[in-house]
C-alpha cells in the first residue's frame, strides 16, 4: 500500500500528491523544518509477554505481520558458521501437518504472501495478506514460526543448493571481492569474517540437531516482538494473535548475544591481490572496520557518506564514472551492525585502468577529510531529506522499519526527528566524522581481476605492501 501522500508533505511541508518535484534550494532549515508525523505505535503484549507493535493504517485493505527474532548470523555458534541462516531457511520448508509445497499452496490460495529471511542480527517471518483472510493466514505464519518440521530432505535440498551457491560465488569476481575484504579485515576467527551462509565444510556438517538447538536457544518470546502494519485496530486483531501466539514459551534464560573477538588493528595500507584470469574487470574494495548502529555519529555519517559515495552525484561516482570513465558506478558504505560493520569505498573497473581507479579511490578518500564546501553539503542534506519518506510507502517498507527500531533498540521517535537531525549536520560534525573513521593510510585495497594485468602498473604506483590470495585461500577448498 502506498503512503506516500501521507507523508511527504508532512515531512518537509513542499511536496503533495501530484505536485511538480521540490525545489531543493528551498527545503527548511533544522528548526523550521515540520516533524514527520507517522501513525502512532501502539505497543501491548501477549499474555506470555510477546511484545506487539501495531499502526493502523486503514487506506487499503491489506496486513503486514512480521514476527522478528533478535538473534541472527552473528549469533552462529564457532564452527557452525551458517547455521542460523540455514534454520530461517528451513522454517517455510515444512512445518506442522503441512509440507513445503502445502505451506506454499495454502498461501497462495489466500492470495497472501509468507517468506523468512535472516540477516547478521535479527530474523523474520513475514506475512502480507488481504485483512479478510488474516484469520486464515495467521495459523500457517504461527506454524512456520512456533512449529518448525525441519525435514531431512529438505536440508539435504538447501544444502545442496548453497554448496552450489559457494561454487558459483568462486568464480564471480564480485562475490570474491566482498569475502577476501571481509576476511582481510576481520579474519577467520571472528563471525563477519565469513560469509553469513557459512563455509562449503559448516554447510556439509550442520545437521537437523543443529538447526534445532539454535532454533530452541534463539526462537523464544522473549528474544522476539510481533509487528503489525495494516487495516487492523489492536481490539480486533490482538485476540487473533493471542489465540496462534500466546502460548509460545520461553525455556531457561534468555540468549546473550554472542561476543566477539576484536578485530586487529588497522595497520599501515596494504593491497590485496586475487587473481581471476581473464577477467574483463577488476573488482575494487577499500576500507576497514566501521562502526555499530549504535553510534552517535549516526547522522553526520549519513551526510558525509552520501557526499564520498551514497548518491549518484556523489565524490567517487563523479569521479571514477562520469570524468574518467573507469566503471559504470562507484559507491561507499558503513555497513552499521549491532557490532561494528564494515566501511568500504567500491566498484568495478575496467581491467587497463585499474590502477588509475585504485589512486582515484585514494584522492577521494583524503579529499573528504577536508570541510565539505556548504553548497555541496547542502545538496547531500537534501538528498537524503527528501529521500527519506520512499522509505515508508508500503505496509511492508513501515513494517521493515520497525524491525529497526526492534534490533537496534532505537527511540520510538528516531524517524519523526529524522529529517530534523539530517538538516542539523553541519560542516564540522561532517569533518569530524570524515577524519575519525575515513582512514587512507590504513585501509585494506583489495583487488580481484587478472594479475597478470594489474599486478605490474599496481606495484609501480606504491599504494602499500601488496599481499597475494587464492580463491582456495579465501573460500577454501571447493565443495565435493
Do not use: C
Request: glycine share 8%; hydrophobic share 40%.
Amino acid at each position: 500500500m502506498r503512503i506516500r501522500y501521507l507523508l511527504t508533505g508532512v515531512l518537509l511541508g513542499v511536496v503533495t500528491l501530484g505536485a511538480q518535484a521540490p525545489d531543493r534550494s528551498k527545503l527548511p532549515t533544522p528548526g523550521s523544518a515540520p516533524t514527520l508525523k507517522l501513525p502512532a505505535i501502539q505497543k501491548r503484549q501477549l499474555s506470555n509477554g510477546l511484545p506487539v507493535w501495531i499502526v493502523e493504517l486503514h487506506e487499503v485493505p491489506v496486513v503486514q505481520v512480521n514476527l522478528v527474532v533478535s538473534s541472527g548470523s552473528a549469533d552462529d555458534p564457532a564452527g557452525k558458521y551458517g547455521v542460523a541462516s540455514m534454520t530461517a531457511d528451513m522454517l517455510e520448508n515444512g512445518a506442522g501437518a503441512r509440507s513445503a509445497l502445502d505451506i506454499a499452496d495454502a498461501i497462495d490460495f489466500l492470495g497472501a504472501s509468507l517468506a523468512t529471511s535472516s540477516g547478521s542480527d535479527s530474523t523474520a517471518v513475514r506475512l502480507h495478506v488481504p485483512v479478510g483472510r488474516l484469520t486464515d493466514a495467521l495459523p500457517i505464519m504461527a506454524d512456520v514460526a512456533l512449529r518448525p518440521a525441519f525435514p531431512k530432505d529438505e536440508l539435504e535440498r538447501l544444502r545442496q543448493e548453497r554448496l552450489t551457491t559457494i561454487l558459483q560465488a568462486r568464480n564471480d569476481p564480485a562475490a570474491i571481492v566482498g569475502l577476501t575484504f571481509s576476511r582481510v579485515v576481520y579474519g577467520t576467527s571472528h563471525r563477519f569474517g565469513t560469509a553469513i551462509m557459512g563455509t562449503a565444510q559448516t554447510i556439509k556438517a550442520l545437521t537437523i540437531d543443529d538447526l534445532r538447538a539454535f532454533y530452541a536457544s534463539r526462537y523464544r518470546p522473549d528474544n522476539a516482538t510481533l509487528l503489525v502494519v495494516g487495516d487492523v485496530t489492536p481490539d480486533k486483531v490482538l485476540p487473533v494473535l493471542e489465540s496462534q501466539f500466546g502460548k509460545w514459551k520461553s525455556q531457561g534464560a534468555a540468549p546473550a548475544h554472542v561476543t566477539f573477538p576484536e578485530p586487529r588493528a588497522s595497520g599501515p595500507r596494504e593491497v590485496i591481490l586475487v587473481d581471476k584470469p581473464g577477467a574483463p574487470q577488476s573488482q575494487i574494495r577499500i576500507g576497514w572496520v566501521g562502526v555499530p548502529r549504535s553510534t552517535p555519529d549516526y547522522f553526520p555519517l549519513q551526510v558525509m557518506n552520501t557526499v564520498l559515495g551514497g548518491s549518484f552525484t556523489s565524490r567517487l561516482n563523479m569521479n571514477l564514472r562520469e570524468n574518467h570513465g573507469y566503471t559504470y558506478g562507484a559507491a561507499s558504505v558503513f555497513d552499521m551492525r549491532i557490532a561494528a560493520g564494515p566501511f568500504y569505498a567500491t566498484a568495478g573497473v575496467q581491467t587497463d585502468k585499474t590502477a588509475d581507479a585504485l589512486k582515484e579511490f585514494l584522492n577521494e578518500l583524503n579529499g573528504i577529510l577536508q570541510v565539505i564546501p556548504e553548497d555541496e553539503l547542502t545538496r547531500a542534506k537534501h538528498y537524503v531529506a527528501l529521500g527519506f519518506p520512499e522509505r515508508f510507502e508500503t505496509t511492508g517498507d513501515i513494517s521493515t522499519n520497525l524491525e529497526n527500531l526492534v534490533v537496534y533498540h532505537l527511540p520510538d521517535d528516531h524517524f519523526s526527528k529524522y529529517v530534523q537531525n539530517i538538516l542539523g549536520v553541519t560542516a564540522a560534525d561532517a569533518q569530524r566524522v570524515a577524519r575519525k573513521y575515513i582512514l587512507p593510510d590504513r585501509v585494506a585495497v583489495v583487488v580481484v581481476g587478472d594479475l597478470k594485468s594489474i599486478e605490474p602498473p599496481i606495484r609501480a604506483v606504491s599504494l602499500g605492501a601488496v599481499r597475494i590470495l587464492t580463491i582456495d585461500e579465501i573460500f577454501g577448498p571447493p565443495p565435493r
